[in-house]
């Protein structure tokens, strides 16, 4: 393995960026991700789960330790509990994404405090 730095020329790009490919997903990946969630087996809370990671940019850890008492359906906000020396703060919810909270949440029969729970709860 090269150890590589990376220089920035004078626009702020890499000076090696020609030869790195990017390291992230554009919009219609991620489109068709989400779209693909959608199929699976527990089609409405995968689906939520990866809209909400890439919305608000959570780590896995953050997305898992998200709670019911998180999610305030009235303000449309969530409420981000950031690790790692994070900011913790609100975010707001946009309308598909709430519909698909309502969704999920009217889907689930346990009273469990988590968002997120797998089959074996």
């Known amino acids: 393995m090269t ?7 004078a626009d702020g ?3 090696d960026a020609h030869e790195r490919g990017r390291d992230y997903l554009g919009q219609p990946q991620v489109d ?3 779209q ?5 087996r527990h089609g409405v809370r995968d689906h939520l789960l990866l809209l909400m990671v890439f919305r608000h940019g ?3 850890s953050e997305a898992v330790a998200l709670r019911g008492e998180h999610v305030d359906l009235l303000q449309s906000r969530l409420w981000v509990a950031r690790l790692k020396n994070g900011l913790s ?3 707001p919810v946009a309308g598909d994404e709430l519909r698909v909270i309502k969704r999920w949440l009217a889907r689930r029969d346990d009273d469990l405090p988590w968002l997120f729970v797998s089959e074996r709860r």
């Not at 150890?3 to 920035?8: L, Q, W």
């Open 3 to 9: 150890n590589r730095r990376s220089v920035k020329s």
């Open 13 to 15: 790009n890499a000076a």
């Open 32 to 34: 068709r991700l989400l």
């Open 36 to 40: 693909a969630a959608k199929k699976g």
């Open 58 to 60: 959570l780590r896995v």
């Open 89 to 91: 703060v609100e975010h």
